[in-house]
């Protein structure tokens, strides 16, 4: 068996210093395997986005290991963040879109972090298209619904084809159709290329699609 | 244009697109980009009108080198000098000749009351002393005792009255109770101190101030025998008169030392080379403001593209796109609004306020290196921060 693409061992983390202190992980210990649709639940509050923020190198790890794509994060040099950083993709929790910038060009910046890029406008054309998106491309995020700058935003995170894409309720914005469209997206890219997807959701609708579900509770992850 | 831009950058050109997403404040930042570009260009317009406005009557005299009071700083001021230096000069091998000029300042009432100060040169009308063509063809008129030339450049003053002079109207006024006839104009322009200028011949002169004596006139001036170097026949003079009350300067040697006198000595001059820094300085603040606002803005976005993985010399490069946009469109009107305003201050106080071709590259550099450092300064907050802590 390969190298799994996450795996954690005795996280803890903890918000504000001194009599201010919150811990909210505690000792987590997990491994993802490569190419496996994992489905993160649990109560708000339970330490799901602080986890995925920790795995997604978006926030520094204080005490454990956590090895992503098999890069120790613990102590890791910004450098060696930023690298992983871009073989990640992540969806947030609202879309982040850049208001100046049209559909295309929100997921053009997927791409253009790997450089000049051939034909990136085709790529992001095309990504947008399989979202439903394709005759929308020159649209400002102002002038997009919720759902379809949810998926705008989904497009920005697969294009660079990465090889894990962090999830943070992807699905919130979408209906039912549109959500469970972009969940058989990412596990079809987990079966095609050995794309790994952790996804927090509340959305009980489409954990069928999860290969494994995970939950959390008060910092701790309960079952396996 | 974002085309340009992207095939220029190599990449979106975001910051271009983050300004023209908001017209309203794009055209607000432009407005104060203009607005300290105009502050500094006033402020150089000044300054350069004041070093102008002393060049120009040395640029008057037919001369190669002058002889002045140990103690003047400027033509204006300094004790009278013995004329015997002149015969000293004279006296020196490659010294063609030597003409003495006589200075004083005169306040001439306006039929309102008003006072104009002019700044009052007593020549010998027989000899070439002033270089302007109108005071050529006015010598034989100036030798009549009680005529003199007015600077048709003299603040505060009708232009009918030029026009009527210059019409073969003669226009009589009081000085220092004796009467003097302008019979014709010449041209110099007012500086920052004296209205303007009166011309007359020595012997006008002594009467109206009548302290003054023949044997001291205030400035001698001397013309190099043709082919004679006028540095080495300075050296020279320096030798054959070493008094201690005189200085003897080639022209542009005084014209320096006169300029440096008042833009260093003067209110006037400390004041207006405060002006371009402080000038510079709100133009900093202008800049860093509308900049570190931008980049607050855009903080969640910033944040996003921290996460996919970008660097912190790409979001630089955004804000420095952004400032040279700014330093770029906000310079145009700025200039604009700036040759308008020295054509004005030129009509309203006859100060040779002009644009040298330098000032307005300099101004441009200037305005993009300081937009670039205030983009460089507002974008430190993003450097620091986990991209988790700015959504």
Known sequence: MSAPAISVRGLDHAFGQDEARRQVLFGLDLDIAAGELVVLLGASGSGKTTLLTLLGCLREVQAGSVRVLGQELNGATEATRIAVRRRLGFIFQAHNLHESLTARQNVLMGLEVHGRVLRAAEAAAHVLSLLGLGDRLDYLPAKLSGGQKQRVAVARALVGNPDIVFADEPTAALDRDSGRVVVELLRGLGRARGTTTLMVTHDTRILELADRILRMEDGRILAG | ?391
């Open chain 2, 1 to 391: 244009m974002t085309q340009v831009l992207a095939r220029l950058l190599g990449r979106l050109p975001i910051g271009w697109l983050q300004l023209t997403h908001n017209r309203g404040r794009l055209v607000s930042a432009l407005a104060g980009v203009a607005f300290a570009n105009v502050l500094v260009f006033m402020q150089l317009g000044f300054l350069g009108a004041l070093i102008e406005s002393i060049r120009l009557p040395y640029a008057m005299m037919e001369a190669d080198i002058l002889v002045q009071a140990a103690d003047a700083n400027t033509l204006q001021d300094g004790s009278p000098l013995p004329r015997q230096r002149m015969l000293q000069a004279l006296a020196t091998p490659g010294v063609a000749s030597a003409s003495a000029v006589y200075y004083g300042r005169l306040d001439w009432k306006q039929p309102d009351g008003t006072i104009r100060t002019l700044d009052v040169l007593g020549i010998d009308p027989r000899e070439r002393v002033l270089r302007a063509p109108e005071v050529e063809a006015a010598r034989e008129a100036l030798m009549i005792s009680g005529t003199a030339l007015i600077d048709r450049g003299t603040r505060n003053v009708p232009p009918a009255l030029f026009d009527g002079i210059e019409a073969g109207m003669p226009y009589t006024i009081e000085a220092n109770n004796r009467r003097v006839t302008i019979v014709d104009t010449f041209r110099v322009g007012g500086g920052f101190g004296a209205d303007g200028y009166l011309l007359v011949s020595d012997q006008t002169f002594l009467k109206i101030f009548r302290s003054r004596q023949a044997g001291a006139p205030n400035l001698v001036l001397l013309r190099a025998a043709p082919g004679e170097d006028p540095a080495a026949l300075t050296a020279r003079l320096r030798e054959r008169i070493a008094a201690p009350d005189v200085a003897v300067r080639t022209v542009p040697e005084a014209v320096a030392r006169d300029q440096r006198f008042q833009t260093t000595q003067r209110p006037v001059g400390v004041v207006f080379g405060f002006g371009i820094v402080i000038g510079a300085l709100v133009g900093i603040i202008i800049v860093y403001q509308i900049l570190a606002t931008d980049v607050a803005d855009h903080l969640r976005e910033y944040a996003t593209f921290k996460a996919i993985g970008y660097r912190q010399g790409f979001f630089l490069g955004i804000v420095l796109e952004e400032a040279v946009i700014l330093g770029l469109l906000g310079f145009l009107p700025g200039l604009m609004a700036t040759l308008g305003l020295y054509a004005l201050v030129t009509q309203a106080t006859g100060l040779p306020l002009a644009m040298p071709l330098l000032r307005p590259l300099t101004v441009l550099a200037g305005t993009i290196a300081l937009c670039a450092l205030s983009g460089a300064v507002a974008t430190r907050r993003l450097a620091r921060a986990d991209p988790a802590e700015l959504f």
